[in-house]
């Protein structure tokens, strides 16, 4: 049984830095492609980033880019999201991901979900 959990988040100040978790079980980590997401209330789940089953791939979304990094240790089953210069419209509920799609990183790809991390940015 695929189980996802998240960690790592929490309230930080703008401009300021987070590393999101996310320990898989269960499975064999390397062979889903790997995604973090988020949403706000009232809103949809939007894709952030997504990383291929090596690793040799990733995907951003344009507000994220050049303060986000994802990763991916495939030999301790984790998935990483380095937050850099947070920004209040950062804040919302983390969720990692497992798909078997990585290309253009589309929520409907990804089947297996964790249970969320809350980050929160102040001005």
């Known amino acids: 049984q695929v189980h996802l959990v998240e960690s790592g988040g929490g309230s930080v100040q703008a401009g300021g830095s987070l590393r999101l978790s996310c320990t898989a079980s269960g499975w064999s980590f390397d062979v889903y492609a790997m995604g973090w997401f988020r949403q706000t209330p009232g809103k949809e789940r939007e894709r952030v980033s997504c990383i291929s089953r090596s690793g040799g791939r990733t995907y951003y979304i344009d507000p994220v880019k050049g303060r986000f990094t994802i990763s991916r240790d495939n030999a301790k089953n984790t998935l990483y999201l380095h937050l850099n210069s947070l920004k209040p419209e950062d804040t919302a509920m983390y969720y990692c991901?497992?798909?078997?799609?990585?290309?253009?990183?589309?929520?409907?790809?990804?089947?297996?979900w964790g249970q969320g991390t809350q980050v929160t940015v102040s001005s």
């Open positions: 991901a497992a798909g078997t799609r990585f290309l253009g990183c589309m929520t409907r790809d990804f089947d297996y």
